[in-house]
């Protein structure tokens, strides 16, 4: 089983950062593609940024160019710094990763339990 933890969110006014951090554990052979999605209030869940299968980077439209993921394989860990944050961002932010258990084992999704981010302006 592996277990994804969110933390960092919070609040923050218009125009500033947060950043988010997704820690994995548990028992995998490796971590293929890592994500961040968020849903706002009343909204469905989208894909904000994401690492692929090859370790390209991708981001939806309205946060290129203000939020940047990374990653540290070493500790299993995933950030989202988010800067120039607008009131449109707020959302609960979601950590999502594809995971195998064996070399020859298919990708299985996780998902983390959910961070609060609210930017007022």
């Known amino acids: 089983q592996v277990q994804l933890v969110e933390s960092g969110g919070g609040l923050v006014q218009a125009g500033g950062s947060l950043r988010l951090s997704c820690v994995a554990s548990g028992r995998f052979f490796s971590i293929d593609a890592m994500n961040w999605f968020r849903q706002p209030p009343g909204k469905q869940r989208e894909l904000v940024a994401g690492f692929t299968t090859g370790g390209h980077t991708n981001y939806v439209d309205s946060v290129k160019g203000r939020f940047t993921i990374s990653r540290d394989n070493a500790q299993n860990t995933m950030y989202l710094q988010m800067n120039s944050l607008k009131p449109e961002d707020t959302a609960v932010y979601y950590c999502?990763?594809?995971?195998?258990?064996?070399?020859?084992?298919?990708?299985?999704?996780?998902w983390g339990q959910g961070t609060q981010v609210t930017v007022s302006s």
């Open positions: 999502n990763a594809w995971v195998s258990s064996s070399p020859i084992a298919p990708d299985r999704g996780y």
